[in-house]
């Protein structure tokens, strides 16, 4: 994700771009300082586009681990670890989203099913490999939640979530 961004920054600089990207353990670092490091994030990014800036942290969906998990879990195994840290945060996790790039649709469904039934506090926007290799990061590949099967681009992502999220904000 961070290459595809950066690529999509180099192709129309000045309208959009990657303004910081931290890898996982810059991202760690991070979190601990805002005592969040039960959060076990991929990445923290922030996205500039158009006047207005996007922060987010990401998560690469591992999928199943293990050979032995049985063909009905394939669709589901690990990803409860993805977001557990956030069902145990009190505080407002300072971001506006919260992205997770699933495997595939079915994990993605399974995901977004879960949040619709035991929501976060976060607001959460989920993308598949298969659509992030198709099409840029920034172009309408994420659903959130909330909003059904319309998929969002990732500067209007505070919009699809709840009002008022954090980590939003104009330069």
């Not at 991070?30 to 923290?44: C, I, V």
Request: negative net charge; charged residues 25%.
């Amino acid at each position: 994700m961070f290459l595809a961004l950066l690529a999509v920054s180099r192709q129309d600089p000045g309208r959009c771009g990657l303004f910081q990207w931290s890898a996982t353990l810059d991202t760690s670092v991070w979190l601990r300082e805002r005592d969040m490091a039960h959060l076990r994030a991929d990445g923290y990014g922030v996205w500039l586009e158009d006047g207005r800036c996007v922060r987010y942290l990401a998560h690469v969906d591992p999928g199943p681990v293990g050979d032995a998990i049985a063909e009905r879990e394939q669709s589901t195994a690990g990803l409860g670890g993805v977001l557990a840290g956030y069902r145990r945060t009190d505080p407002v996790v300072p971001v506006c989203a919260v992205l997770v790039i699933a495997r595939d649709a079915a994990r993605e469904a399974n995901l977004l099913a879960d949040l619709m039934s035991r929501p976060l506090r976060a607001p959460v926007a989920v993308t598949t490999v298969d659509l992030l290799h198709q099409h840029w990061p920034h172009e309408q590949v994420w659903r959130t939640p909330r909003m059904g099967d319309t998929r969002h681009r990732l500067i209007d992502l505070p919009e699809a979530a709840a009002d008022g999220a954090d980590g939003v904000g104009s330069v």
